[in-house]
């Protein structure tokens, strides 16, 4: 047989619910507002050196690669093809903000997007330009193979 639940319990639920669902939303706000103060410090600090330092790099080696800095992000692109590149952002799409590396490329007709968390379990404060470059390295083989 089947109980009929009393509506006084079930409103007293779903006030535990909605007061979970505030008390997340806060916390990720809050996560939300420190990283995007973190990012607003790295990337003039920290990322885009480190893509002018791979660009000027890449150029001493006879490759011609160009820094830009779209929106909220750092992007090293060839000077073959605006399309094809490699970025470093800010997601806060995420139930945490993070940071993620996409590489685009064209292959024929068909263009190849890879979006990759980078530095998980990090502080954005505690990234160097070592680590981003390194993360670029990681990501630079598919554009050097033309």
Do not use: C, N, W
Request: charged share 30%.
């Amino acid at each position: 047989m089947l109980r009929r639940m009393d509506v006084s319990d079930v409103r007293r639920r779903l006030r535990a619910v909605i007061e979970d669902a505030r008390r997340r939303a806060s916390e990720r706000r809050a996560l939300l507002d420190e990283a995007t103060r973190a990012y607003e410090a790295f990337l003039p600090e920290v990322a885009v050196p480190a893509f002018h330092a791979v660009a000027q790099a890449l150029v001493g080696e006879g490759l011609r690669f160009k820094v830009f800095t779209p929106g909220d992000a750092v992007r090293l692109t060839p000077e073959y093809s605006q399309e094809d590149f490699i970025e470093v952002a800010l997601d806060a799409t995420g139930d945490t903000p993070s940071l993620v590396l996409t590489s685009s490329r064209g292959r024929g007709r068909r263009r190849v997007v890879v979006e990759t968390p980078v530095f998980e379990g990090r502080a954005i404060a505690e990234i160097v330009q070592d680590d981003v470059i390194e993360a670029v390295f990681e990501a630079l083989p598919p554009l050097l193979a033309r």
